[in-house]
């Protein structure tokens, strides 16, 4: 698979960036149930970041259950049952949001207005439900 | 790969007559880790680093590198045993080719190894037959990484890697230093490439005036540095910003920047409190977090 750089100074650490990237590509289809992963240094060559976030990134798809890492072997993409039904649920969020942002625009809201409205919610939301 | 930190400092200090190049610094690296070490010119880091390798006296304080005193003159030949350092200079022997330079370097270390110095010589292109004095300045680079990648050390300094080398270089070295981190080298260097800094370290390290201004995560850096803009329906001067998280407040007629080291949350809350028309929240790269830091702390510590 082909990994896209990461961005250095998007205000998420890289190995968030890097777990979205991976699971995004088992949703997406890229990766397929089975899958290998490149090792950790042979990923961390290639995308030109500290091996500890490649690393750290493997370890929580481990316990999110999105990842196999067998010692000395290498990561596999493990897609569980549980995993598919959390990628299910997503896909269909996502079309409810798409539903959603669709008629916010047909409404005459701009994006940005619409990204704000968004993140406004999250932001008053998330404090409450990280505790 | 060991337990005990690469480098740890207790209130080293250097003093050049009255001049203080390093002021009571507390400095803690931890293994296995790659910490990007910042600051100004003449900011104390090539001290810092020449202190470490018992190149220089400190006058006071202490320190240890991979467990071991760097004050006691036994323990400090075992350190350069295991320490491979690049030095800000690149000194090497002008009258020697790269290959006798090569040669003569290996006869020093037990943990030379013949492999890599093959693998770097192509992936560098260095010319084995020419003479060092006629070396380019980047090439120069090249050699002096190329002398301490060929061995097999627990810690890996360097002193401005990245200075005289062209984009492709500098690529070749964050590989090399990354690929070396993936074996177990911890990896301390020292650079004005912010960008170099922010890319492939775990930790940051900033020194102003002899100083450790800052020691932080890269990961705490993008989760919790923000650039938050405010714009108020009137002019904000009065308004009390003095938060938990707030490192500096800038305003100009109606808006009004917050640099913050966390607590967005608190801080959007106080805003709205305050009825702000509108409040951004954005991310700040290494960049700014060095500006911020510096600028407002500088001053402070004169």
Known sequence: MIFPKLASTSGAPLYLQLMQRIRHAAESGALQDGDQLPSIRALAEELVVS??????????????????????????????????????????????????????????????EIRRVFEAELLRAAPARKR | MSDCPAIETIGLSKSYGRMEAVRDLTLFVGSNCLTGFLG?????????????????????????????????????????????????????????????????????????????????????????????????????????????????????????????????????????LVAQSSEGTSVFFSSHQIEEVERIADRVCIVERGRLLVDLSMDEIRQSYRQIDLVFPFEPRELEFNLM????????????????????????????????????????GLREVFLGTVREKSDALV
């Open chain 1, 51 to 112: 091996p500890n976030t490649v690393a750290k990134a493997y370890s929580e798809l481990e316990h999110e259950g999105l990842l196999d890492l067998r010692q000395g072997s290498g990561a596999f993409v493990t897609l569980s049952r549980r995993a598919r039904s959390f990628m299910d649920h997503v896909d269909r969020a996502r079309e409810r949001v798409s539903e959603l942002v669709d008629a916010l625009r047909a409404e005459g809201l701009r994006d940005d």
């Open chain 2, 40 to 176: 100004r010119n003449g900011a104390g880091k090539s001290t810092t680093i020449k202190m470490l390798l018992g190149m220089v006296r400190p006058t006071a304080g202490y320190g240890k590198v991979l467990g071991r005193r760097i004050d006691d003159p036994a323990e400090s030949v075992e350190i350069r045993r295991q320490v491979a350092y690049v030095s800000e200079d690149k000194r090497l022997y002008g009258y020697m080719t790269v290959e006798q330079t090569i040669r003569f370097t290996s006869s020093f270390y037990a943990d030379w190894r013949t492999d890599r110095v093959a693998a770097l010589l192509r992936k560098f292109e260095l010319p084995l037959d020419r003479k060092v004095k006629s070396l380019s300045k980047g090439m120069r680079t090249k050699l002096a990484l190329l002398l301490a990648l060929a061995r097999r050390p627990k810690l890996l300094i360097l002193d401005e890697p990245s200075e005289g080398l062209d984009p492709i270089g500098v690529e070749q070295l964050l590989e090399c």
């Open chain 2, 245 to 284: 998280g707030v490192e500096s407040v800038r305003t100009e007629g109606c808006q009004l920047r917050v640099f913050s080291s966390g607590n967005t949350d608190g801080i959007v809350e106080r805003a709205r409190a305050y009825h702000a028309s509108s409040i951004e929240v954005a991310p700040v």
